[in-house]
């Protein structure tokens, strides 16, 4: 089983989604500049505010619920070839998913790295030296820093995404969680693993449009839906 996952299935560790009917750029649609890098690498006001974002980010202080915790229970019994998660707050890991199931195609907040030279460090401790240096730069080099995560027009980490091409054309089983599968080419895989013979399971609470690919869809919520769902699926 591969499975992909969206924002959705991070809400319920409080963790609000983007483009949910509550969510960040649906309640303000300007904040979506903050990862736009053509914006980001000649702007140092965005620069400021998007570190602001990521300071005041509730993924900090988030904890995994059970639909993450359901994903582990599937490695654990073998049935999980990945998980490409459109996710970067790490809550797979921490609820005991093995990194190396992960398939992070967004990026991760937990790292960042020099724009010039590639110095890589932790984003916690950018973050909290930020009142003294709100548009941090490179100690090595003084070149720009970012987030690992992959900013709008920005290329997806290298091999992540053919990695989860592999998996979802070589799952018997794919369930896509939390996502409205409208970014691509991350939507994609859905078509991928449909045209390659799996099953395909959408869970989530909007209709997306790949709806008429799945056998199944679940509307209810995810941290009640998932679970069930992976029981039901072990138990087959
Ligand atoms: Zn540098």
């Known amino acids: 089983m591969t499975i992909l996952a969206g924002a959705g299935i991070s809400t319920g560790s409080g963790i609000p989604d983007f483009r949910g009917p509550d969510g960040v750029w649906t309640r303000d649609p300007e904040a979506a500049q903050l990862l736009e890098h053509s914006l980001y690498v000649v702007d140092a006001d965005i620069r400021r505010r998007t570190w602001e974002m990521w300071r005041d980010s509730p993924v900090w202080r988030a904890e995994p619920t059970a639909a993450h915790r359901s994903l582990v229970d599937l490695?654990?019994?073998?049935?999980?070839?990945?998980?490409?998660?459109?996710?970067?707050?790490g809550l797979h890991q921490r609820a005991g998913s093995a990194p190396g199931r992960v398939l992070e195609l967004h990026g991760s907040l937990t790292g960042s790295r020099c724009l010039s030279c590639g110095r890589t460090e932790p984003t916690a401790g950018i973050l909290a030296r930020l009142d003294a240096d709100p548009d941090p730069h490179c100690a090595s080099c003084g070149g720009l820093l970012a987030t690992d995560v992959v900013m709008f027009g920005e290329a997806l980490p290298g091999g992540v995404f053919d990695a989860a091409i592999d998996a979802a054309a070589g799952c018997d089983v794919f369930v896509v969680v939390g996502s409205t599968l409208t970014v691509q080419p991350v939507a994609s895989l859905t078509t991928v693993a449909a045209e390659a013979g799996a099953r395909v399971v959408i869970v989530n609470a909007e209709p997306t449009?790949?709806?008429?690919?799945?056998?199944?869809?679940?509307?209810?919520?995810?941290?009640?839906?998932?679970?069930?769902?992976?029981?039901?699926?072990l138990a087959e």
């Open 75 to 89: 490695e654990r019994a073998g049935a999980l070839r990945a998980i490409c998660t459109q996710n970067f707050d």
């Open 209 to 233: 449009p790949y709806d008429h690919l799945a056998e199944r869809v679940e509307r209810r919520p995810i941290q009640d839906a998932l679970p069930d769902l992976v029981r039901e699926l």
